[in-house]
C-alpha cells in the first residue's frame, strides 16, 4: 500500500449521511428533549472525545501515551464519526500540517474555495505512505480502513433498525455537525480571523468565540507552533477542556 485513498470514502459518506438525515426527517413526526440531549452526549462522546481528543491529540499527532484499551476506546468512537478512518484522516490531518496554507494543503481556505472546505468538497489527493507509517502497523487501524465504508453502512443499517430517531439524532445529525463546525471554525475561521501567540509561517489564529464554542479547539495558532502538545493553552484567559481531560483521566506520564 504505497498510499492512502481519502477521496471515495470520504466524500461517499458525506453524501450518505447527510441525504439519510433529510430523508429521515420527512418520518419524524415529533423531536422530544431526549433525542437532543442524546445528539449533545453523542457529540461530547463521539466528536470530542474520539475524535478530537482521539483522532487528532492522540493519533495523528501523538501528543500523550495512553492506555492500550483506552488507545482502542479513542479509535472505535473516533471512527463512529463517519469522517473516515484514522489513516485517512490522520493522515490527511498530518498532510495538513506539513504544508499549511501553501497549494499542497489539502483544506486551506487561503488557496480554496472557502465554500468548497466549508462543505468538504476538497481538491482530490492521497496521503503518500510516509505519512502514516506507524499508524500501518497497528492491525486494527488498517482492517478499519480498509473495511470502513462497509462497516459505516452495516452500522447505520443495524441502528436503524433497533431505533431510528437514535440513528438521526445519535449518529447522523452529529456527525454533520462534526463535519461543517469543524470545517467551517477550525479551518476556516481559525485561519483567517483571531489573534496570534507565535509566528508561525502559516495563517493559524487563536480564535476566542471558536474556543469557547468548541472547548480548545480554537487555540489554533498554540496548536500549530507546538503541535505535539496535546493541551493548547499558552497564557493567561486562554482555557482548553479536552487537554485538562487528557490529563485527568488518559494521561501515562
Not at 145 to 162: D, N, P, Q, R, S
Request: glycine residues 8%; positive net charge; proline residues 3%.
Amino acid at each position: 500500500m504505497k498510499k492512502i485513498s481519502t477521496e471515495y470514502k470520504l466524500k461517499t459518506i458525506i453524501v450518505i449521511t447527510h441525504v439519510l438525515f433529510l430523508a429521515g426527517l420527512i418520518f419524524v413526526n415529533q423531536i422530544s428533549y431526549w433525542y437532543l440531549l442524546v445528539t449533545l452526549f453523542s457529540l461530547g462522546l463521539i466528536g470530542k472525545l474520539g475524535g478530537e481528543i482521539g483522532f487528532h491529540r492522540y493519533f495523528a499527532h501523538k501528543s500523550f501515551k495512553t492506555e492500550y484499551w483506552k488507545s482502542r476506546m479513542l479509535l472505535i468512537l473516533g471512527s463512529l464519526n463517519l469522517f473516515g478512518s484514522t489513516l485517512s484522516w490522520a493522515g490527511t490531518h498530518r498532510v495538513h500540517h506539513r504544508f499549511t496554507d501553501d497549494d499542497n494543503d489539502p483544506h486551506s481556505p487561503h488557496t480554496q474555495n472557502p465554500f468548497k472546505v466549508w462543505i468538504l468538497w476538497w481538491k482530490p489527493f492521497q496521503i503518500s505512505n510516509r505519512y502514516v507509517s506507524d499508524m500501518i502497523k497497528d492491525p486494527w487501524q488498517l482492517f478499519i480502513h480498509k473495511w470502513y465504508f462497509e462497516l459505516a453502512l452495516t452500522l447505520i443499517f443495524v441502528l436503524g433498525l433497533v431505533n431510528f430517531k437514535l440513528l438521526m439524532f445519535g449518529l447522523l445529525l452529529p456527525s454533520i455537525i462534526q463535519f461543517h463546525a469543524s470545517s467551517l471554525l477550525v479551518d476556516i475561521v481559525c485561519h483567517k480571523w483571531g489573534y496570534r501567540n507565535f509566528n508561525t509561517s502559516d495563517h493559524s489564529k487563536n480564535n476566542t468565540f471558536v474556543n469557547m464554542f468548541t472547548g480548545g479547539s480554537g487555540l489554533h495558532n498554540n496548536h500549530h507552533a507546538n503541535p505535539g502538545d496535546y493541551y493548547f493553552v499558552q497564557k493567561p484567559g486562554e482555557w482548553d477542556l479536552w487537554g485538562l481531560f487528557i490529563k485527568r483521566f488518559l494521561l501515562i506520564k
